[in-house]
């Protein structure tokens, strides 16, 4: 079941100590004929000109010159045969390759739904099955398979996306490699006959490979891979101790308060985040203010506000904002930081202006926006 997964960094951090499971290293593609398939042939023929025990589990060639080429030179697991309402299929045979046990597998569109009668529903739980037995497993898929892109990728291209993996497959990843080809030079591809038949190019060109198409689902494939570093480095500068600093995606953090223009500011930490593409968090520190049903009712409009736009909210306990909020923002490596200002005089200016100072001596790795705010 899902909930018996490692996290990612389970898997990560396993790769440091004597190796339990099989590696995972799946290649991105944006669209069919970008290199995908061709690129983990490639690493493959290299992994065994190293010395490994490498074969090939399922190679979809579509009928591609130079990639039917490639696999000619590994060896290949013969596919089982299914009868399936009179028509014969071959399907990849997962308990061959497990009887055979090789040191790498090389498995192609994760995607693909086996037909009835194979030992799973999907190819990506075959994976799965050979990463449990220590086998390493290169893969490919294309971006509009990824389940939680899938909506994005038919409104755009209006095209139906029959064959989805759940985000979590990915995640387990150890490494996501894209396989990019600029769109110009696919159409390019395309036109010369190199993807699809000559009789299907036009046709391809005017839909799913139209260059407005192209430009975004490569956009889409750039940043899923820009995340899974991410992801990997926030395990790794976990495990290793390192420096707040260390961080490819920006990370926006709002501190909120029961103030009734904290809702600005989580509207301008939105648009700063989608501005940058980047992680949206709400930050509330407990206060006993916060317990007035006023402010509570406040407060609450303010979590909801936030939730709605797709913000991770996270409410801290602690005596000092400041050391609460540094702490907060150091541990998950927030880039950005914004706060609320309100017009005080006296000791309640001082104060403020203390806090600012120590939360910006604790995290000064982050880069602080100060918002003017109307008194409460």
């Known amino acids: 079941m899902e909930t018996d997964r490692k996290t990612p ?29 061709y690129s983990m042939l490639s690493e ?3 992994r065994r000109s190293r010395g490994e025990d490498v ?30 309402r009179g028509t014969l299929f071959h399907e990849m045979d997962v308990d061959a390759i497990l009887a055979r046990m090789p040191q790498v597998v090389l498995v192609d569109e994760l995607a693909h739904t086996n037909v009835e009668g194979s030992r799973n529903d999907k190819r990506y739980e075959d994976v799965l099955l050979l990463l449990d ?31 989805q993996v759940p985000d979590w497959v990915l995640d387990r990843a150890d490494e996501i490699v894209i396989s990019d080809l600029t769109p110009e030079a696919l159409a390019t591809r395309m036109r010369r006959g190199d993807i699809y038949p000559m009789e299907r190019v036009e046709r391809a060109l005017s839909n799913f490979f139209r260059k407005g198409n192209l430009i975004a689902l490569r956009e889409m494939a750039l940043q899923r891979v820009t995340k899974a ?4 480095l926030d395990a790794y500068v976990r495990r290793k101790r390192l420096g707040a600093h260390w961080s490819v995606t920006e990370r926006i953090a709002v ?24 992680e949206l968090y709400v930050i509330h520190v407990a206060s006993e203010r916060d317990t007035e049903p006023v402010r509570a009712q406040t407060l609450e409009a303010h979590v909801q506000f936030a939730n709605n736009l ?20 150091k541990e998950q490596r927030i ?31 982050v880069d602080l926006h100060i918002i003017t705010q109307d008194t409460e």
């Open 229 to 232: 570093v991410d992801r990997n």
């Open 9 to 37: 960094e389970d898997w990560l951090a396993s790769s440091d100590s004597e190796k339990k499971t099989g590696r995972f290293k799946v290649f991105l593609g944006y669209a069919p004929g970008v290199g995908k398939t």
């Open 310 to 329: 797709g913000a991770q909210v996270v409410h801290l306990k602690g005596s000092s904002v400041a050391a609460a909020t540094s702490a907060f923002v």
């Open 255 to 278: 501190c909120i308060s029961s103030n009734p223009q904290s809702r600005d500011l989580i509207a301008r930490g939105a648009r700063l985040a989608d501005g940058l593409d980047g």
């Open 133 to 163: 037995n220590n086998i390493d497993v290169l893969s490919t898929i294309n971006i509009q398979h990824i389940e939680s892109l899938t909506p994005r990728v038919q409104a755009l291209t209006g095209i139906a996306v029959r064959e």
């Open 44 to 46: 493959g023929i290299r």
């Open 55 to 84: 074969v090939v589990g399922v190679v979809e060639t579509h009928g591609r010159a130079g990639t039917a080429e490639q696999a000619t030179q590994l060896e290949q697991v013969p596919r089982k045969e299914l009868d399936y």
């Open 335 to 365: 880039t950005q930081a914004i706060f609320g200002r309100s017009a005080l005089h006296g000791i309640r200016k001082y104060l403020y202006y203390l806090a600012i100072g120590n939360f910006m001596s604790e995290a000064p790795h």
